[in-house]
C-alpha cells in the first residue's frame, strides 16, 4: 500500500463548479502538507501549504487538513479552464531522517471546460 | 531570477549509455532534490542535498548518482542507462527558514527516453 493515495481521475467539471480534490495517507508522521498544480509537459508549482491539522484559504482555493482521519482536501471555487491541469499533494514529516523528503500521490487530472 | 533550470529539455540513450542530467539554482537555496515522474505514481525522489558536499538517498536511488561541489549545481548521473529509468525528471530546490525547509520550486524537467 502506497503512503499517498489520491484518485488519479480524469475528473472533468464545467466552468464555475466547484471542485473537490483529495488525498488519503497512512503515516502518522505527516506534519507539512502542500497541493502543487502541474500544467502539461512543466514543472509542478506550489499552490497550498499548511501546517498539521485545519483550513487555509487563498483566493479560490481552500485546502484542509484533517490527521484524525488522515485526509486532505483541495478545493477549487468557481473553477476556470485556466484551471485545468494536474493537481498532486504532497506531505513530508519534521526533521530527522525525514528531512526534505516529499512523498507525492498519484496526481488527478482535471479539466475544466468551458 | 532565472529559478531552477535543468538542461537538456529531452534526451534520448541507448541501454548501457551514461549521461549527465544538469540543474542548477540562482537562488542560494541549501536544499535541492531529484524526482522522477511517471505515469501513475506521481513523484519519487531519488537523491537530495542539504547542502553543498551532502547528499542523501532518497526512494528510488538506484542507477543514479549526484555529487553536489557548489550551491548552484546539482547534477544527476545514470551510469548505465536502462529501459526502466525513461522517465521525465524534475529538480527541486528550497530554502531553510528559521530550520525549517520551505516550498520546493521545481524546474521545468528533462524527458528521457532510453532504447
Known amino acids: 500500500q502506497k503512503e499517498v493515495e489520491q484518485d488519479p481521475g480524469p475528473l472533468s467539471v464545467p466552468e464555475g463548479a466547484i471542485v473537490s480534490l483529495n488525498c488519503t495517507y497512512s503515516?502518522?508522521?505527516?506534519?507539512?502538507f502542500m497541493w502543487y498544480r502541474q500544467y502539461s509537459r512543466k514543472g509542478p508549482e506550489l499552490l497550498m501549504y499548511?501546517?498539521?491539522?485545519g483550513n487555509k484559504e487563498d483566493g479560490r482555493f481552500t485546502a484542509q487538513v484533517d490527521k484524525s482521519s488522515k485526509y486532505i482536501s483541495l478545493f477549487i471555487r468557481d473553477s476556470q479552464p485556466s484551471d485545468s491541469a494536474t493537481y498532486l499533494c504532497?506531505?513530508?514529516?519534521?526533521?530527522?531522517?525525514?528531512?526534505?523528503?516529499?512523498?507525492f500521490g498519484q496526481g488527478t487530472i482535471l479539466t475544466v471546460h468551458p | 531570477n532565472a529559478g531552477v533550470t535543468q538542461t537538456p529539455k529531452f534526451q534520448v540513450l541507448k541501454t548501457g549509455q551514461s549521461m549527465t542530467l544538469q540543474c542548477a539554482q540562482d537562488?542560494?537555496?541549501?536544499?535541492m532534490s531529484w524526482y522522477r515522474q511517471d505515469p501513475g505514481m506521481g513523484l519519487r525522489l531519488i537523491h537530495y542535498?542539504?547542502?553543498?558536499?551532502?547528499?542523501d538517498q532518497g526512494e528510488v536511488p538506484n542507477g543514479y548518482n549526484v555529487s553536489r561541489s557548489t550551491t548552484e549545481d546539482f547534477p544527476l548521473r545514470l551510469l548505465s542507462a536502462a529501459p526502466s529509468q525513461t522517465s521525465v525528471y524534475f529538480c527541486?530546490?528550497?530554502?531553510?527558514?528559521?530550520?525549517?525547509?520551505?516550498?520546493?520550486?521545481f524546474g521545468p524537467g528533462t524527458r528521457l527516453t532510453v532504447l
Open positions: 504532497a506531505m513530508s514529516a519534521p526533521g530527522g531522517t525525514s528531512y526534505g523528503k516529499l512523498t
Open positions: 503515516n502518522s508522521a505527516f506534519q507539512y
Open positions: 499548511t501546517y498539521s491539522s
Open positions: 537562488m542560494n537555496h541549501e536544499y
Open positions: 542535498s542539504v547542502g553543498a558536499g551532502i547528499t
Open positions: 527541486a530546490s528550497a530554502p531553510t527558514i528559521a530550520g525549517v525547509l520551505s516550498r520546493q520550486y
